[in-house]
């Protein structure tokens, strides 16, 4: 370590998380027409950006910023809700920071760059030595102290967290070609064709939208991009690109810092930005071992926790025998009668007598009335399962009353069973 970490102690303690969290995250259809993407619910107790922050506070970082943007209010409301708990007297703080045209009357935020040129002065009023940008809308673990100090060992002017993904992939990424030293010398946003890695012509190196800076450093930067006119004002395609021609950018592989229990095996990254995708990563969750460890205490993942009774199942009859299989069920959930298989059940969810439910999720405060039959669903909050509803078996019939994927995953949303009653 360098001789300011090791006279100083841990580099995160010198440094603040700016989440950037305004994306609206459209190829998740109804789920975000309240939400943004950042907020949609995850794994039975979570949302989204729930992950992001849990490893920037479990990492050491003591100080968070938020850049929310599109219909933040649910994301705001979790976020008081369940981060209020940092002390400006312990040299903590936590800002949410909505774009509130606070440069110019006529401009919102304009890109992921701009969403942190706009503040500024806010950043500047904590006078953090570096600065750690972050996707607001990502599933995984990680620690950021190790990717603090490789930036700071190589003198980089931005350090840029990476994994490997499939060419295919990485056509949603931006992808990056590398020497030797982990120096980037060639960056390429969202390519049509991406570029393999040596000995690996199956898979590219891809950004995960995380960026390590020196504070005064960026903010130079941010000021250059401003005054850019041809500028789009984003990471991605402005400031990194211009890095790797003109500065010294450095790639940081994903696996040096993965957090993994002793249950997990492989590095576990997801972008849930699809129904399909979402749907997924949800129900792997259900296996014996599943690929990402919720449970690890080591590593918790924080929240708003509702104030809730246990989960609950009643009845012993046959044909009536409230049972859930290789399932997860959250707290104030009544399964009354009903059969719940490799499903998962946010908060408060009511399931009725004689109905079955088969790989589904479903998100807080549904009611699934009797002889209800559901499979391969995405049910929204608060929604209201009529009786006897039956879908997952007639894909003809599923495409006409919901949203159904091509991988035959249905969305259930209040509007929808709204029109069916209509």
Known sequence: MNAFGASQGP??????AYVLAGGRGSRLLELTDVRAKPAVYFGGKTRIIDFALSNALNSGIRRIAVATQYKAHSLIRHL??????????????FDILPASQRVSEEKWYLGTADAVYQNIDIIDSYDPRYIIILAGDHIYKMDYEPML????????DVTIGCLEVSREEAKGFGVMHIDAADRIIDFIEKPKDPPAMPGKPENSLASMGIYVFETRRLFELLREDAADPESSHDFGKDIIPRLVKGGKAVAHHFSRSCVRSTSEGASYWRDVGTVDAYFSANIDLT???????????????WTFSEMTAPAKFVH?????????????????????GASLRRSLLFTGVHIHSYSHVDQAVILPYVHIARGARLRNVVVDRGVVIP???VVGEDPELDAQRFRRTASGICLITAKMIAQLES
């Not at 296996?287 to 993942?301: C, E, G, H, N």
């Not at 399932?327 to 959930?333: D, E, I, M, N, R």
């Open 80 to 93: 008081q809700r369940g981060w209020n708990f940092f002390r400006p007297e312990r040299n903590e703080s």
């Open 387 to 389: 009786e006897g509803l």
């Open 149 to 156: 100090q490789q930036h700071v060992e190589q003198n980089a």
């Open 11 to 16: 580099l995160a303690r010198h440094c603040m």
């Open 287 to 301: 296996d014996i071992v599943p690929d990402l460890d919720l449970y690890d205490r080591d590593w918790p993942i």
């Open 316 to 336: 012993d009859e046959d044909g009536r025998r409230g049972q859930a299989i290789s399932s997860l069920v959250s707290g104030g959930c009544i399964v009354s």
